[in-house]
């Protein structure tokens, strides 16, 4: 084994290998970065050419190749051996490439459902349906390999029986997420769906994302959490793009998939997909290994809105330089580059604007900036996003920007921003003007009570234990939904930025609670929330 483990470390460079992490730097003789295993802002992860090593003297962590794998993708060492074995071209003897452990049969099982998904989209009907419906979409067949794109057939159990064949037992199958248990034994995760594989860091399947091609409810289905594939952690595209992240020094950030796929055909190759709605502190710390460079463009809808909204307030927590592109007359990258062509989008990529200009074009909407309302209420939006930066500096750069643009006075809006950080300090100075958190404006505090109560309860399902309450916010949702224009994806993300914890979604339900108690006197409104008095 010893002799597998030194032929490997002799063809792999270790400054190459870990540049696909982290972004390094010539420093002497050494390389030097951000470390990706603590949060730092001046470099201390050392790697030397030389003694094909690394260090961090800020965490005290160290070694070789095989110990940075480990580290990196929470890997036991014989994972890692196979792993740099395989990208070193390296067969390794009987005893070094043993490895029985549960994560490398989950990798195994993955690789085997990718090809499976592969084949399928060529050489079945319904597959050869889902390649014409790629093709419409624009996307090339160089680009349907390059990301590996797979369809999974409309049958309950033909991956199943396809795996069961392999070896594997069906607790492994199972686990790997592919697969859903039943009394039966189990039956296909993924049907009538394309398919994208989702890769690790190192270009291990993972998990995958699975799209509808027959119009059903659920329009995206992910794999489920596994000892691999973590929605928090898993970045769509990261793999294909990280090189190219680096040669830029920034990465585009796409809400969806295809928009990733469309944007790496049209030559932008420092693109990655994160579902607007579910992006993390995790997915940001995860890119800043490789630049601290952002631009974001999300979809042109009211909930893509509400997501870079999000999206900037969490970049600007974690000290990143922030871009955006704004579509619009397309709700996606995608569309445009099959409607506009590819220069199109390049040359919005090429000229991205500044995340403040963004912000103040969606804040002054619809506005007559010169009403002292209007001024209120544009001051309340920018403060949602722009409270979470980090640097002094930049914060007093877009006060005065504000002030500016405003006609009021610097030291009247100091005095507004500190009353307003006094007033919602919850959670790391959390957003939270009530009155404008929702998408449209309510007639009446009954209606918006509604709204915020089905919005806890699309976020946080787990608090409506009680059997009756949850009857009755159903009912809330059949009768009231509709005709407020808000979607459940908008009134999630909603919850999430109002009430980031779950005990301040808790302490609002209960507020809501009380409202209704206060106002059931009024018959019409005990009617149509059909709760009784106490």
Sequence with gaps: MSDDIQTIKDRIDIVDFISNYVKLNKAGANHKGLCPFHNEKSPSFMTSVDKQIWHCFGCGKGGDIFKFLQEIESLEFVEALNILADKAGVSLSKASKADT?????????????????????????????????????????????????????????????????????????????????????????????????????????????????????????????????DKSNVIFGLHQAKADIIKEDSVVIVEGNMDAVMSNQAEILNVVAVSGTSLTEGHLKILRRYTKNLIFCFDSDNAGILASKRAIGLSYKLAFNIKTVALKDNKDPAELIKEKG?????????????????????????????????????????????QYIVSKVEETHWKQE?????????????????????????????????????????????T?????????????????????????????????????????????????????????ANKELNRIINDFKHIERKQEIVSSLELEND
């Design 101 to 229: 452990s549960h994560k490398s049969k989950i990798l195994a099982i993955n690789e085997l459902a990718k090809k499976y998904f592969e084949k399928a989209l060529f050489k079945t009907q319904g597959g050869k349906k889902a390649l014409k419906y790629l093709k419409d979409r624009g996307i090339n067949e160089k680009s349907i390999k390059n990301f590996n794109l797979g369809y999974a057939p409309n049958n309950w159990e033909g991956l199943t029986k396809f795996l069961n064949k392999t070896g594997f037992s069906k607790k492994d199958i199972i686990d790997a997420g592919v697969v859903v248990s039943s009394p039966k034994g189990g039956y296909d995760r993924f049907r009538a769906r394309i398919i994208f594989p989702i890769f690790s860091v190192a270009g291990k399947v993972i998990g995958f994302t699975g799209r509808t091609v027959i119009n059903e409810d659920a329009k995206y289905i992910n794999t489920p959490q596994t000892i691999l594939y």
């Design 342 to 386: 590819e220069k199109a989008w390049q040359k919005l990529i090429s000229k991205p604007e500044g995340a403040f200009e963004f912000l103040w074009e969606i804040a002054i909407k619809n506005k007559n900036i010169k009403g002292i309302e209007a001024k209120k209420e544009i001051i309340i939006e920018l403060f949602e996003v722009l």
């Design 402 to 446: 504000i002030s500016k643009k405003l006609s009021i006075r610097e030291n009247d809006l100091e005095e507004e921003w500190e009353r307003m950080i006094k007033g919602s300090k919850v959670s790391n100075k959390t957003v939270i003007d009530k009155t404008q958190a929702l998408p449209v404006k309510t007639s009446d505090r009954l």
């Design 448 to 504: 918006f009570d509604k709204q915020h109560l089905v919005a806890i309860y699309f976020q946080y399902s787990k608090l409506f234990s009680d059997k009756d309450i949850k009857s009755k916010v159903d009912n809330i949702i059949k009768k009231d939904l509709k005709s407020w224009h808000i979607s459940k994806k908008e009134l999630k993300l909603k919850a999430e930025m109002m009430w980031p914890e779950k005990y301040l």
